[in-house]
């Protein structure tokens, strides 16, 4: 790409995203037209027909066969094939996946339950299971909820599918902030995404040139889920997994979750608005908009990773009014970064430049880390029993790095506890009030020593599902939104920023270091396709404003269009610099984010 092509695009993005932070309800509604709602199933000839005010739709051994929209007339799928799969499947470790249907003589049996309800169920040769179809008067919403069990032990999760849906739909999925791509497109066919990590809210939209359909699950259990993007041969269809919790070893059924599907006309943000309404009523949202501080609507650049050096302070507050600029500080401690967490002792060069930085207005975010923590640390006696362990495998959840090599996490009990300069860090189970007594006590020590009101916690979107997954009645993804408030009510109250941005780490924190899609430091070939979707920011930009996370030094093309993927995701400008050199003569593509940001 050109640079001058960049500067147009990012300028018009910046623009649209300074209107969206200014009125983020502000989306055009679309037409409304009175309508009678109603709603009725039937099952005929071992088919289950539904028909609702806003859709029809026909079943056929738990496949969707047709879908139409009733205000438009446009048909979704095409040539449904039932015999090339099976509708519901058991999902195993490394993906192994079972089918639940009529082959090796089993068989599917359909039954009318009412007039708005009917079951389908599975009794296939390596497993059986139900499927309850319904309607929603009020929605119009087609309801699948799918269930299925073995005598085999290992169950990972239950999976329904939906397929051959026409091919000129394009993918519009919370991954990485938001995505807009054809189906058959190689950075998407074939993936699984697991939540909240990488499929970032519970919903997924299928658009076209006129309208569209979605599925989405009310869910707010913190139950886990997954989608499955194509298949090795097929791209045109999906896979809705209702996952068990761990451990897995001995489960052998899976289910729980209810997917609705509806159809809607015009583009994509119609869903999503409909979602986000779904998820401020569930999670009452309204009262955290109204506990924000109204600051950080305004800040309009932000600096990650930023260098502990007042001359950085000095030449943006020449550029910028400090107050609308926020900044991310990672080595601030008398400790390594990545080294001796949960202890936080700013250094006389960091306390300085906070202090400073705050006399000057400026908004900074000292690092700390949600979840991991340093073995070598004396708290880790306490605590090695609620550690992260993989669902699969069941390896320590963490990382070392020791010259530039991932290590992994020693798994021999003396090695973890003496190799601080490996970096080792292991995770600590968020729901645990242990944990989360001894980082908020740390936090808060901090905070009173050295007055700040703002933190970044690193890590906040690693919460998934474990073989270690419950934790004092609670998954690593709820005590991660326990952590997360617990730490913004500390002291006067804090301002809290994360790594990453989910529909459940957003409900806490005001700013989120968003990733790149696949590109956390080194960018994938075709990142480029990425852009131009910010589904993330359209649903949760009232609560957490994004800022970019690295590579944003717009030293080479490869960064210039990191900077330009990060603002057409709807992410404040952002920029990473060495020095206060990159601030007095810019290059480029520094100059541009701070000239958006000074408009």
């Known amino acids: 790409m050109k640079r001058r092509d960049f500067f147009k695009t990012a300028g018009a993005v910046a623009v649209a995203d300074v209107l969206l932070h200014a009125n983020p309800g502000a989306e055009a509604a679309p037409a409304k037209v009175a309508e009678e709602k109603y709603a009725t199933l039937q099952v005929r000839d071992d088919k289950i027909y539904a028909e609702t005010h806003t859709l029809s739709a026909v079943i056929d051994k738990g496949f969707i066969t047709t879908l139409r929209s009733k205000r438009s007339g446009e048909s979704f799928l095409q040539h449904v094939d039932i015999t090339k799969s099976a509708a519901l499947q058991l999902i195993y470790s490394k993906e192994e996946v079972v089918p639940i249907d009529e082959s090796k003589f089993g068989n599917i049996v359909t039954t009318s339950l009412s007039t708005t309800r009917a079951e389908i169920a599975f009794h296939g040769w390596d497993g059986d299971g139900i499927m309850i179809i319904s309607v929603d008067v009020e929605s119009g919403d087609l309801l699948i909820e799918p269930s299925a069990f073995s005598s085999r032990p290992g169950v990972r999760a239950c999976r329904w599918n939906l397929r051959d849906f026409r091919s000129d739909l394009e993918l519009v999925a919370p991954f990485f902030q938001g995505i807009k791509l054809a189906l058959s497109d190689p950075l998407i066919k074939n993936t699984r995404w697991h939540w909240p990590m990488f499929w970032e809210a519970g919903l997924v939209i299928l658009q076209s040139k006129n309208g569209g359909f979605w599925v989405h699950t009310q869910d707010n259990r913190y139950r886990y889920k997954a989608l499955q993007v194509g298949s090795a041969t097929a791209a045109t269809c999906l896979g809705f997994d209702s996952e068990a919790y761990g451990p897995i070893d001995e489960n052998k059924s899976a289910g729980g979750l209810v997917w609705r599907l509806n159809v809607f006309e015009g583009d994509w943000i119609h869903p999503a608005k409909q979602y986000r309404q779904w998820l401020w009523h569930a999670y009452r949202l309204g009262d955290e908009e109204h506990r924000r501080r109204p600051w950080i609507h305004d800040v309009s650049f932000a600096v990650s990773w930023c260098p502990t050096d007042v001359a950085i302070l000095q030449a943006i507050a020449k550029k910028l009014d400090p107050r609308k600029v926020l900044l991310h500080?990672?080595?601030?401690?008398?400790?390594?970064?990545?080294?001796?967490?949960?202890?936080?002792?700013?250094?006389?060069?960091?306390?300085?430049?906070?202090?400073q930085g705050q006399d000057m207005g400026f908004h900074v975010m000292p690092h700390f880390n949600a979840v991991d923590m340093d073995p070598s640390h004396p708290s880790y006696a306490l605590l090695h029993d609620f550690q992260y362990r993989d669902i699969e495998d069941k390896t320590l959840g963490g990382w070392s790095w020791y010259q530039g090599r991932g290590l992994g996490v020693p798994e021999s009990n003396a090695s973890r506890l003496k190799n601080r300069d490996k970096k080792v860090m292991i995770k600590v189970h968020p729901g645990l009030a242990m944990w989360r007594s001894i980082l908020g006590r740390a936090i808060l020590n901090a905070v009173r020593t050295d007055h700040f009101d703002t933190v970044f916690i690193d890590v906040t979107l690693?919460?998934?599902?474990?073989?270690?997954?419950?934790?004092?009645?609670?998954?690593?993804?709820?005590?991660m939104r326990k952590l997360i408030n617990h730490v913004a009510e500390l002291g006067e109250g804090l301002v809290v920023g994360g790594e990453g941005l989910n529909e459940i780490t957003m409900q806490g924190q005001s700013f989120a270091q968003a990733h790149l899609f696949k590109s956390w430091q080194a960018s994938i070939e075709g990142l480029e396709r990425t852009g131009g979707c910010n589904l993330n920011e359209r649903l949760f930009g009232r609560l957490c404003h994004t800022i970019g996370y690295s590579g944003l030094g717009g030293r080479t093309p490869n960064e210039e269009l990191r900077m330009r993927m990060q603002l057409e995701h709807g992410a404040i400008p952002t920029v990473t610099i060495r020095s206060a050199a990159d601030i007095i003569d810019p290059n480029p593509a520094v100059k541009r984010m701070l000239e958006l940001a000074s408009s």
Do not use: K
């Open 329 to 355: 500080l990672p080595n601030w401690r008398t400790d390594p970064y990545d080294e001796n967490y949960p202890q936080y002792i700013a250094s006389d060069a960091a306390r300085a430049f906070i202090q």
């Open 462 to 479: 690693v919460s998934h599902n474990l073989h270690t997954c419950l934790v004092e009645g609670m998954t690593s993804t709820e005590g």
